[in-house]
């Protein structure tokens, strides 16, 4: 496909995604696909870590939770607007984020892995209690919605808002990854000693992936935060951390389009499995098993293979 071809594809996938709160004008449908919008964020965030430089932050959902809640208590507290509320939590979670990668990637491995998974599980064990800070498992209400022109943000708001901040996002972890540090990450996820031998510091490249990817989980954060006007520590559960890997590896690591799909998929999917009631967990986690089996390296590399065979056999 020539770069002409793709910047049009690009353009008219942006169009129809624009078009999108025009052609489903139903609240839940919208509400779903919102949701889809803060998964792919999320999941495009750890892709950063686990696709390209190899490293599986088992505590990601800490920095989704993290964000929201910095969010949310600026504006219940201090009653500042989403639009402070959310560049001061990203930059939080980016900041924290920091300073777990600087202590944990000198050893690497099984230490980074479980300072994440514990760093998860303290924040979520202290949001539970701090009952004065957080009101604890009762949940934080209050959050202010998005304003703009003196108006509160509707689900068209929000849409359009989820879609610029993935678009954002998406664009720039392109751009990282195809430039000089996504050659470094994939040197590292390859061969460290190799790529520390000729001259990339690891460790720096590391934490700029960590850095990078909570920033945009803790952004993530604040979205939900001030579109469900509540959070609570269910945000900080295991659970959202394995769906995001769950997402990125049915979807296809080490690709853009790979934790889009695996994000989309697996926010539809549950939504169409509700009228099984209770066999619904069953065809969900059969759906998954398939996938993996047949589609080991994720939906998308597999599905561009295929085309690039057939283009082949076609010649």
Do not use: C
């Not at 505590?59 to 208590?73: I, K, P, Q, R």
């Not at 996820?189 to 190799?194: A, G, I, W, Y």
């Not at 490249?205 to 993530?220: E, P, Q, R, Y």
């Amino acid at each position: 496909m020539s770069k002409a071809m793709k910047s049009s594809v690009r353009l008219l996938a942006l169009v129809l995604l624009l078009l999108v709160p025009v052609a489903i004008t139903n609240r839940y449908a919208l509400n779903v696909i919102i949701m889809a919008g803060i998964w792919v964020l999320l999941a495009s965030s750890i892709n950063l870590m686990l696709g390209y430089a190899g490293q599986l932050p088992l505590g990601h959902t800490a920095f989704y939770g993290l964000g929201g809640y910095v969010s949310g208590l600026l504006s219940v507290k201090l009653g500042l607007s989403m639009w402070l509320g959310m560049p001061i939590a990203g930059l939080f979670t980016m900041l924290i984020g920091g300073i777990i990668g600087k202590l944990t990637f000198r050893v690497r491995g099984s230490a980074f892995v479980l300072v994440t998974l514990g760093f998860g599980e303290v924040l979520r064990l202290v949001v539970n209690n701090w009952m004065g800070l957080t009101n604890g498992p009762l949940g934080l209400s209050g959050i202010q919605p998005p304003m703009l022109f003196g108006k509160a943000f509707g689900y068209v708001g929000y849409y359009y808002l989820v879609l610029a901040l993935n678009v954002l996002a998406i664009y720039i972890i392109w751009r990282i990854v195809r430039s000089r540090f996504g050659r470094a990450f994939l040197a590292l996820n390859e061969n460290e000693p190799l790529a520390n031998a000729v001259g990339v510091h690891s460790e720096r490249f590391l934490n700029l992936a960590m850095m990078v990817s909570t920033l945009f989980a803790g952004i993530a954060g604040s979205f939900y935060a001030h579109y469900a006007l509540f959070i609570s520590p269910d945000m900080l559960f295991f659970s959202n951390t394995v769906t995001m890997v769950v997402m990125v590896v049915v979807g296809g690591k080490r690709t853009i389009w790979g934790p889009i799909v695996g994000a989309v998929l697996f926010t539809l999917i549950p939504e169409w499995l509700r009228f099984m009631e209770n066999y619904r967990v069953l065809v969900y986690g059969l759906i998954l098993m398939l996938s993996i089996l047949f589609m080991k390296n994720g939906i998308v590399p597999s599905l561009a293979g295929a085309l690039r065979r057939k283009k082949v056999d076609g010649q």
